[in-house]
């Protein structure tokens, strides 16, 4: 069967962090997609060559700061790789028409709503449906986790005549995301028993409520609330990172659970198992894996592995850290063609089509 050829979709990407870096190299090999601009927040990368910023031969990208110049250069689609959402740059761009995919802290925007108001009153969620209303344009988030990894326990079920309950897992080592921002503002490296330290870790993920509040939409099933409970390791010798130092007695590793509540009961949860360092005490099995377990009539248990293609050398930090880049932003740039091709509004992952979760064949 004759392939269609479609011209490709005019991309521009905001931020040029871990995640922003990467995916411009993944863009420049992606069939379906062409970077035709790069919105940089640092004023030292404004008028910089985009494959320069991200260790590439230039490409003829210029990175620009202002949203007139995202506007005025008509893309299809603008994916925001931020670590923070920018929801009045969002408003705007919708406003205009051009459609937003964004790995910055947005499943379904329940989260966003309830813990991050809006300096106009109106929940984030609102303001920009309705600026999806105005430019005929469609608002989109995801990533691995949460992200994909929901998906795969949706997915997961599939076979199951009845469920009991569902639990997703990352069990991961994070020392190869190299934010010192991130791990500062969750508290690893303070003192465990820093006070403020729960909360922190709460604040800063509880986009994964939202995670496990689209699975339950998919279910089918009305939860009474999202809890939210920890542990912590401590680091039980001085770590040093090279980017980043975790003194004795500090935080270096949490089971984090997000549990979707029904009548007292765990229903549908999400649980994060990070170690920055092996050496803590209490001490997980960390997998390097994400996990479906489903208790139920049948049982699965489902191990999503990602490792490196043949010939990457792992003992070269940039390489292990560039995985977790991908497997952030590319759940983002494979979905653009379904997001382009979607009705005006506020999507979800339970919205899109299969095609919309499909990787691409090497040309």
Known sequence: MKTIEHPP????????????????????THRDLELIGLHCYTAEKIG??????????????????????????????????????????????????????????????WHRDTNHPHSSGKPVTQLLREACEKGGSTFYG????????????????????EIENIVTLESVDVSCHHSRDTWIEVGYGSPVDDPTIPGKLEKYNRVFADSVLMMADCFGLELDSVEFCYELGACTKDVDLGWYQLPKGSLGSNYLKYQGMVDG????????????????????NIKGCYITQIKGDPCIYNKHMILPKPGVDL?????????????????????????????????????????????????
């Open 48 to 109: 910089k060559d985009a494959g320069e910023i991200a260790g590439l031969a230039p490409n003829g990208v210029i990175a620009t700061g202002s949203v007139e110049e995202i506007i005025a250069a008509k893309p299809d689609v603008l994916t925001f790789h931020g670590v923070f959402p920018d929801e009045d740059l969002y408003v705007k761009v919708l406003e205009a028409g051009i459609d937003v995919v964004t790995t910055a802290d947005w499943i379904t925007g």
């Open 265 to 284: 009961v765990a229903k549908v949860e999400t649980h994060l198992e990070w170690q920055m360092t092996p050496h803590t005490e209490p001490n997980w």
């Open 142 to 161: 995801t990533g691995m986790n949460p992200g994909v990894n929901q998906i795969l326990g949706v997915v997961c079920s599939a076979d199951v005549a």
């Open 9 to 28: 979709i005019r991309v521009f990407q905001v931020a040029t962090g871990n995640v922003g870096s990467e995916m411009i190299k993944r863009i420049s």
């Open 315 to 363: 003992s070269n930090p940039d390489n292990f850290a560039s995985i977790g880049m991908t497997v952030t932003g590319l759940p983002a740039l494979n979905a653009i063609a379904s997001v382009v091709a979607a009705p005006p509004g506020l999507l979800t992952s339970a919205d899109l089509p299969l095609r919309g979760f499909a990787g691409r064949f090497k040309k």
